[in-house]
């Protein structure tokens, strides 16, 4: 029994979840914001890029707030990777919110309500505060466990600390205990404890101990044994978004709808109390507002209320800067019978500033499945990866991502350690790509209930004909 529960905590831990996007790790610029060829997961697509960073600088020097962009090109051409790859050189600090077109109609909400949080999910506000801390080098922690069979929760104890200049001792409850149990904190250690909230941060271990080989690791970080008072005014900042404050403050739902997303509608009222408080706090200093980023893929799927939404929020001072991306031509605008450029009115996109992306020449798809076979941990033959490229360019870039995996499970099958061609053949015999699904359907209409004929204005809507970009 025992053996068989370890072999299954192993296979657990090794089932981890690769996303499609996982392999990019930023935008592959240099300090000069120059793309490389191939760096950080990225490749080709050097014009957009190099855009993208022009508007990845303008972002981190705040020179844009209220500004959007219309990443725009054909399907499977990179316009997501592009703006995840703004998104992972941004950093934590600036709020990246990513949202489909469609997302905005299946939410328990308004439309308008739903872009609003979205919206409010991408402006940050970087509070400042002044809070108590105690510093010091930690000279002993000792722990009082009672004999009564309280456990954890009794557990009280004292702590040791010093600086250059003096030592005191302070008491422990149980939850410090665990605070400190949690970091590891042993005699030695220079640590701030934040009295206001009970957070325990190790800096380092001191100096004078750097001679204790038993805790020793080639990772240990030696600082010096602070100066003066034990006691000081520490100013740190918390950045949190206008959303989680509306939802912290939103009587109704309160700070748990922050962990089940599950948050409704929140009322104007509360909104623009919010607001003026914020407003407050920038004044006084306390507070700066960071505008983040949203990103609203697909955005032909919104309708022309939400694009008049649109044009009017971004008009806001506290507004993020809007990312957009769509894989349409002409197209019919949502909610009406007029046909527009990527289904974006006019007015909308006069105000965007376009970067377009292009197809993918032979070698940049090989380098794109290969940095996915590395991504994925799958070892494939060269013949095959040459085989797999080709099948990139005659269908689409992401059939041939897909059946990575698919061949890698295939190889597994036939107990083989390395893809080889057969097993890419396997899977390109198993599963169809678009154009040999459609062909089927023409060939098999008859037998399928209420088949309409295909090609024909009626059976696309009208759209196919406006769509230069969908290869339908
Ligand atoms: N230049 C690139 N470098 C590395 N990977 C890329 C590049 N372009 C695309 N990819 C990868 O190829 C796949 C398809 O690209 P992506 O989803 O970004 O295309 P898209 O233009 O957003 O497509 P669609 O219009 O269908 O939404 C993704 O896994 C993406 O990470």
Partial sequence: MAELKLSETRDLTRVERIGAHSHIRGLGLDSVLEPRAVSEGMVGQIKARKAAGVILQMIRERKIAGRAILIAGQPGTGKTAIAMGIAKSLGLETPFTMIAGSEIFSLEMSKTEALTQAFRKAIGVRIKEETEVLEGEVVSI??????????????????????????????????LIEALDKEKVQSGDVIVF?????????????????????????????????????QKWKEVVHTVTLHEIDVINSRTQGFQALFTGDTGEIRAETRDQIDSKVAEWREEGKAEIVPGVLFI???????????????????????????????????????????????????????????????????????????????????????????????GCDTSLRYAIHLINAAALACLKRKGKVVEIEDIERVYRLFLDTKRSMQYLVEHQNQYMFSVPVNTEEATGGEAAENEFMEV
């Fill in 297 to 391: 893929d697909e955005v032909h799927m919104l309708d022309i209320e939400c694009f008049s939404f649109l044009n009017r929020a971004l008009e806001n001072d506290m507004s993020p800067i809007l990312v957009v991306a769509t894989n349409r031509g002409m197209t019919r605008i949502r909610g009406t019978n007029q046909v527009s450029p990527h289904g974006i009115p006019i007015d909308l996109l006069d105000r965007l500033l376009i970067i377009t992306t292009q197809p993918y020449t032979e070698d940049e798809i090989k380098n794109i499945l290969e940095i996915r076979c590395q991504e994925e941990e799958v070892e494939m033959k060269e013949e095959a990866k040459q085989l797999l490229t080709l099948i």
């Fill in 194 to 230: 934040d009295r206001a909230c009970g957070k325990i941060t190790k800096l380092g271990r001191s100096f004078t101990r750097s001679r204790d080989f038993d805790v020793m690791g080639s990772k240990t970080k030696f600082v010096q044994c602070p100066e003066g008072e034990l």
């Fill in 142 to 175: 000792s722990i009082d466990r009672p004999a009564s069979s309280g456990g954890a929760v009794n557990k009280t104890g004292k702590i040791t600390m010093k600086t250059t200049d003096m030592e005191s001792d302070h008491g422990l409850g149980p939850k």
